[in-house]
């Protein structure tokens, strides 16, 4: 009886957790490119509030260093990215 008691409750157990993973991964969403460029960004130290838009400069882009203007709430920038070396940034004044 005993043995039945404890099989069942691992049973619930075990339910509930699969359960509650599957309802907080659909939960979760994935960061947007803006998103991924604004932390970027940030964590060189440039002040992005709010990203909102982020745009390919295919002019500027080559093969292994693509370049992006990304448009935030406080400021533009002009991001150039080179896969594992820190972002090179350019502040984009209005005129």
Do not use: H
């Amino acid at each position: 009886m005993r043995r039945t008691v404890m099989m069942r409750f691992t049973g619930l157990a075990f339910a509930v957790l699969v359960v509650s993973g599957v309802a907080g991964s659909t939960a979760r969403a994935d960061p947007t490119l803006q998103d991924l460029l604004a932390i970027q960004l940030r964590a060189q130290g440039y002040a992005c509030d709010q990203p909102l838009k982020a745009e390919r400069d295919d002019k500027l882009s080559k093969p292994d260093n693509e370049a992006w203007t990304l448009t935030c709430s406080n400021a533009t920038y002009r991001v150039s990215r080179v896969p594992d070396l820190a972002a090179k940034v350019e502040e984009i004044k209005p005129e």
